[in-house]
């Protein structure tokens, strides 16, 4: 069982629903458009049967209640965790959804730290009219949690700065 929070228009789970054909899926967006433009994408591919969303907030869910499954082998944030207010109630959320031995994928984006000053500058006011904010304190934020949490904690820096990936798994 796979979870998606901030699942938006589909994209990431239908990509992930291919690949990986003998898993179940959800998907939770706060918005209900992107979830109308999701549930549209996912029945053109023929994915209706496999993939499920909810309306609900990343920060503060009820999975068995939105889709009858209380805990997921995976959960992954796919850049959005820029976009949520109050992001870290997420990471909690989304450990806390975790089965023994599950795992919390995120990438998100980075500080742009390799990039040409000009590019850096450029990306982040581009990325603001979005009302995405890269978020600075990811790293450490996902560090104390596996801490909290007894997990492993994997971090990479991607494309000299631009985007973060992380794997946490819980070990039971």
Known sequence: TVLELGC????????????????????????????ETAGKAIDREGLSGRVVLARGDATDF??????GVERFDR???????????????????????????GSLHIVDFGQQEGLPGWFRAL????????????????????ESESRRTGASFRFRTLYRGYAWLAVIKITS
């Open 8 to 35: 938006g228009t589909g994209r990431n789970i239908i990509l992930a629903a291919r690949r990986y054909p003998d898993a179940r899926f959800y998907g939770l967006d706060i918005s209900a458009e992107m979830l």
């Open 62 to 67: 009820d999975a068995r209640a939105l889709f």
């Open 75 to 101: 959960v992954f944030v796919s850049y959005s965790l820029s976009m949520i207010p109050g992001w870290e109630k997420t990471v909690s959320a989304a450990l806390a959804a975790l089965s023994p031995n």
């Open 123 to 142: 990306l982040r006011g581009w990325l603001k009219k979005f009302h995405v904010t890269p978020r600075e304190s990811l790293r450490e934020v996902l």
